[in-house]
């Protein structure tokens, strides 16, 4: 016996009997409302993309953040220090320039005042020099005067007057060699006139031509 016809007996056996022709016929099932379909389907995105495109809106909106508080920052940094210290600088270049201003002219009044300075000095140490000179023609006039009276009472034989007369000298003598800037020539006038002193007792001709001497020295000295 064939594998076949073995098997044909089993598949008669597991097939479902017929349906009789008396059974109704089943009911058709009601028609199922088909949706229209989408125009157009998006493809869903892969986790990956989705998760980058998130971490950079979530960085771009944190830059933005950042750019936005330092505009803010410099805006209220610009108002609040920089134009304060800006208005400060500008005010202090103007003091500068007003003190700068002030020192030129303080530094011209300067210079007129110590033109003025040099030159008043100039005139005052010219009008030393010409109140020296005029104290040393009048002491030397004196002085000349004593010697020219002393000469006049020893040619009167008048020795007493002749002495203070020489007395006379040695005083103006001695405010002379005080302004007279010479001493030399002030301790060769005390000289002469000890001499003539010491002579006007023992020759009182000597004496006499000493004093002539003396008066032509005295009067080349006020010629000087």
């Known amino acids: 016996m064939s594998n076949e016809q073995i098997n044909e007996p089993l598949v008669e056996a597991n097939r479902p009997p017929e349906a009789s022709a008396e059974e109704p016929a089943p009911e058709p099932a009601p028609p ?73 002219i303080a530094g011209a009044n300067s210079a007129d005042l110590q033109s003025r300075l040099t030159d008043a000095n100039s005139q005052l140490k010219a009008a030393t020099n010409e109140l020296d000179s005029a104290k040393v023609d009048l002491y030397l006039a004196r002085l000349q005067a004593n010697i020219s009276y002393a000469r006049l009472a020893l040619v009167n034989k008048d020795t007493l007057t002749a002495r203070q007369e020489l007395s006379a000298a040695d005083e103006s003598l001695a405010q002379l060699t ?38 032509e020295n005295l009067d080349r000295l006020g010629n000087r």
């Open 178 to 215: 005080l302004v007279l800037n010479d001493s030399e020539t002030a301790s060769s006038l005390a000289a002469r006139l000890k001499n003539i002193r010491l002579e006007l007792t023992s020759d009182p001709s000597k004496a006499l031509d000493e004093l002539r001497t003396l008066s």
């Open 32 to 104: 199922v409302p088909v949706e229209p379909a989408e125009e157009s389907v998006q493809p869903a995105e892969e986790p990956s993309m989705a998760k980058g495109k998130t971490i950079w809106q979530v960085a771009l909106r944190w830059v933005l953040i950042v750019l936005v508080s330092l505009a803010a920052g410099f805006t209220l940094c610009f108002f609040l220090f920089y134009m304060p210290a800006n208005d400060a600088l500008t005010q202090t270049k103007i003091d500068l320039a007003d003190t700068k201003a002030s020192l030129e």
